[in-house]
């Protein structure tokens, strides 16, 4: 298993980088052309633990689908992909640090190196593209 991660801090609170982190078809604005639904709700809120959420690109690329596998309000959200990622045992956790009414976001890519090295820098490629785009989001 290898993970790689990437760090930034944006000048907004933490409860609202939460609520754009987990407001699945919110995700929608993060990329053009992305479609995101909600395919099962989780618990105990709606895009919660146990919610799947299924995101879908423009071109031929498969749907990605996704499963939410750690909901601490605030703090840490993380995600398993259940089809759709060309990697094994791909998963992401976000972690987000309040640091004087601003927050640290920590985004982690986690998966199985079949070809350590490719896949490594593709991990630290998809952590950085991910969080630029929460980022940006967390802006608005």
Known sequence: ???TTASATVNRPSDHVWSVLVDHEGMSSWGPGLSVSLQTE??????GLGAVRKISAPGPMPAIVEEVVAFEPN????YRALAGV???NYGGTVTLTPQDGATRI???ITLDERVPVVEKAAAA???RVLLTALVRASKR
């Open 75 to 78: 703090q840490t959200f993380g």
């Open 106 to 108: 920590d985004y982690s």
């Open 42 to 47: 989780g618990t105990p809120e709606r895009n």
């Open 86 to 88: 060309p990697f094994k």
């Open 125 to 127: 490629l998809v952590a």
């Open 1 to 3: 298993m290898a993970t």
